[in-house]
């Protein structure tokens, strides 16, 4: 949206559903004396100068969000939404920089998700005699470039990744299309909820229908925010099959045939039954004791079981006996004899399956590994479960994580049985 | 080698009416791969040498299960299932001590290795716990592999560096290197 002349700016949320993450921005002709575009109570600002604010809230019962300043400018304004992200922290790193040369060329300032599961958002802004277009940097995916009607010409862009990025520090280099002083630029990570038993995350772009509609053709763009990892197939969550007992007169529809053939067999046979095979292939790092193993690579993931890639912790979303196997390697840089070392398996931060002796470091002066531990436990939905390392008397900087392929720590998780 | 392959059960339509050769194909034949799904036991019965600071690869001479011709004569140190999938499984191997004092010198470890390019679960020790009378147990180890139905095989083998070459024990059915293998999923 946009308007001329104004104090103040109206931004529709409609559309938004209730309880989504909803960001808003106001981008102003001119430098405000002192601040930019107040947003009313309950949005948290991300950045804001004299020329624009950019925040965001939890979308409730409001329809509309109104932001105010002192003297008239032109404006444009816009607001977004992803669904999936997290409601009570959807922001990580906000950055800000400024270029005050009149350049064509911005570069966004450096942001360093703190999760592989992060995908990276760059805004722009500008006001100028003409109008200003952008050109999205390599990595960026352009959601919108908007621009005012009437000189001086406030205008901006909104890009993401797009995807979820490394836990790196990350720039991105951007044009805009005529010299404009300043550029203001914002960079920022977007945290995902963690979902149970969610496969996909999307991300929808709200489109101003009034004045950008055509643009996109819909007053929606969508875009599938995918966290797998890549190479990896998860199919949709399957629930436990109920079998019934058949009754002459039944009407054997294909609804109660795939119902009561088709879809038990698919569970049974494993191909939609919840499954997973994850291991953290990073980094090595010190271990401490007891340390839930993050896990970082995922190489199969089946049904209704979850896990944000870098965290620990794999959701549970059917009920039932599972089986597992565990793995847990260990690197010593200094043999003793002080240290033991053993495998676990937590549920809900609770030690409930020990899967390996602890067994004395003696003689085992490089790579440990205890492997192939199996473990049963009962878990019900909305457990959790962690691959978890311990030993006693470790010197932290003595005990490391393993990462070659074959010593690296790793659990296989699967339904077993109710 | 006969072909085998793992039942993809039918979605079915209203216009569908199941005669006896499609009940049989979509129904009774998925429920007996189900029930009866593929399976192997190799024991290794005859003892053998592990080479002081070498890799020694199990020979299976006893096959108590073989359900689809996973087992070849000419190469006995393989599990080479034929129908493609996810084997979930068990192995183990026990080392006889030297002589009759303690053994406790050096480390052993054992491995599920498959396509002889990685492991799958292994098991490392310090040999210094043993006494006169223990000796280097590793039963009922497990592991979860993927097998292409054709070429991907598996082995166990088994690593000691004590000072001397060490035997497997092979004189009662519970000490016996072992390897249990059963279809597990899909790949």
Same mark, same amino acid.
């Given at each position: ?418 | ?51 002081? &600071? $070498?890799? #020694? !690869? ?10 689809? @011709?996973? %087992?070849? &004569? $000419?190469? #006995? !140190? ?10 979930? @499984?068990? %192995? ?96």
């Amino acid at each position: 949206m946009r308007g001329t002349g104004a104090t103040s700016a109206t931004l529709s949320l409609s559309g938004v559903p209730t309880g989504q993450v909803v960001f808003a921005l106001v981008c102003l002709s001119n430098n405000e004396p002192v601040t930019g575009p107040a947003f009313p109570a309950g949005w948290t600002v991300i950045a804001t100068s004299q020329s624009y604010t950019l925040a965001w809230k939890v979308k409730a019962a409001e329809t509309s969000v109104k932001a105010t300043w002192t003297n008239a400018h032109q404006w444009v304004g816009h607001v977004f939404t992803y669904v999936g992200l997290d409601t009570t922290t959807p922001v990580e790193g906000a950055a800000t920089a400024e270029y005050t040369t009149g350049s064509t060329s911005f570069v966004s300032p450096s942001v360093t998700p703190t999760n592989t599961n992060r995908w990276i958002v760059n805004a722009a802004f500008v006001f100028n005699a003409a109008t200003r277009t952008f050109t999205p940097g390599a990595g960026l995916t352009e959601r919108y470039d908007g621009t005012a009607t009437v000189s001086p010409y406030p205008s901006f862009f909104w890009a993401d990744t797009n995807a979820p990025v490394t836990q790196a520090a990350h720039t991105y280099t951007s044009t805009v299309s005529g010299s404009s002083n300043p550029v203001r630029v914002v960079s920022f990570a977007l945290v995902p909820a963690v979902v149970r038993g969610s496969t996909t995350f999307n991300v929808d772009a709200q489109m101003d229908a009034k004045g950008h509609a055509g643009r996109f053709g819909s007053s929606t763009l969508s875009v599938d925010l995918d966290f797998e990892v890549a190479g990896v197939s998860m199919t949709p969550s399957a629930p436990l099959p109920v079998i019934t007992t058949w009754q002459n007169g039944d009407d054997h529809d294909e609804d109660a045939l795939n119902a009561q053939w088709r879809d038990p067999l698919l569970f049974l046979l494993k191909d939609t039954a919840p499954q997973i095979h994850a291991e953290f292939a990073g980094t090595a790092f010190n271990l401490t004791s007891p340390q839930a193993m993050p896990l970082d690579t995922v190489t199969m993931q089946r049904g209704d079981i979850y896990f944000v890639p870098g965290q620990s912790r794999i959701y549970i979303g059917v009920s039932g006996m599972y089986e597992g196997i565990l793995q847990g390697g260990f690197a010593l840089t200094t043999a003793t004899t002080a240290y033991d070392f053993g495998t676990a398996l937590y549920v809900n931060g609770v030690s409930r399956a020990i899967c390996d002796d602890p067994i004395c470091g003696d003689a085992l002066s490089a790579t440990q590994v205890f492997g192939g531990h199996f473990a049963r436990v009962r878990l019900a939905a909305g457990d959790y479960v962690e691959l978890v390392q311990y030993g006693h008397n470790w010197v932290s900087t003595h005990v490391k994580s393993t990462t070659s392929q074959d010593d690296r720590s790793f659990i296989k998780l699967w339904w077993a049985g109710v | 080698m006969t072909s085998f392959t793992v039942p993809s059960p039918r979605t079915w339509k209203n216009d569908d009416i199941p005669d006896y050769a499609v009940l049989q194909t979509e129904l009774f034949d998925t429920m007996d791969f189900l029930a009866n799904p593929p399976a192997l036991k190799f024991r290794q019965t005859v003892q053998m040498n592990c080479t002081n &600071s $070498a890799w #020694s !690869t199990i020979i299976w001479d006893g096959i108590e299960l073989d359900t689809h @011709g996973a %087992f070849s &004569s $000419a190469n #006995s !140190t393989r599990a080479t299932p034929q129908v493609p999938g996810w084997y979930k @499984g068990y %192995f183990g191997v026990d080392l006889d001590k030297l002589g009759t004092s303690a053994d406790t010198t050096g480390r052993r470890e054992v491995q599920a290795y498959w396509n002889m390019t990685r492991s799958y679960g292994r098991k490392m020790a310090p040999a210094n716990a043993f006494t006169a009378s223990t000796f280097f147990c590793a039963q009922g180890l497990s592991f979860l592999a993927p097998f292409n139905g054709s070429t991907d095989y598996i082995q166990v083998r088994i690593w000691q560096n004590s000072g001397s070459t060490l035997k497997t024990l092979v004189s009662r059915t519970d000490y016996q290197p072992v390897l249990y293998m059963k279809w597990h999923c899909r790949l």
